[in-house]
């Protein structure tokens, strides 16, 4: 059985820095692409960042270009995001994903997801 807990989450300043971090286990961690997506009251769930399972390249939403970094732990079986610059827009709940088959960009192509965690963004 997949599961994916995510942590790292909380209350945080504008201009401040959070890092969630996502523990995998029940599945082949180092062959997975994974990603992480995020959900704000009365919005669709958004793309963030991906990491690919070979080499670690990335991608991410423009929104987070240059304040987030997605990186992993192969030998931790975690994914992390570290979210610099924060802004209120960034309030959202976070979500991490194991991806499937598909663009990654999109949550559908994803079959495996946290339960998610908390960052609110004070202005």
């Known amino acids: 059985q997949v599961q994916l807990v995510e942590s790292g989450g909380g209350l945080v300043q504008a201009g401040g820095s959070l890092r969630l971090s996502c523990a995998a286990s029940?599945?082949?961690?180092?062959?997975?692409?994974l990603g992480w997506f995020r959900q704000a009251p009365g919005k669709e769930r958004e793309f963030v960042a991906a990491i690919s399972s070979i080499g670690g390249a990335t991608a991410y939403a423009d929104s987070v270009k240059g304040r987030f970094t997605i990186s992993r732990d192969n030998a931790k079986n975690t994914v992390y995001l570290q979210m610099n610059s924060l802004k209120p827009e960034d309030t959202a709940v976070y979500y991490c994903?194991?991806?499937?088959?598909?663009?990654?960009?999109?949550?559908?192509?994803?079959?495996?997801w946290g339960q998610g965690t908390q960052v609110t963004v004070s202005s």
């Open positions: 994903a194991g991806h499937r088959v598909g663009t990654i960009y999109y949550s559908l192509s994803y079959n495996d």
């Open positions: 029940g599945l082949t961690f180092s062959t997975k692409t």
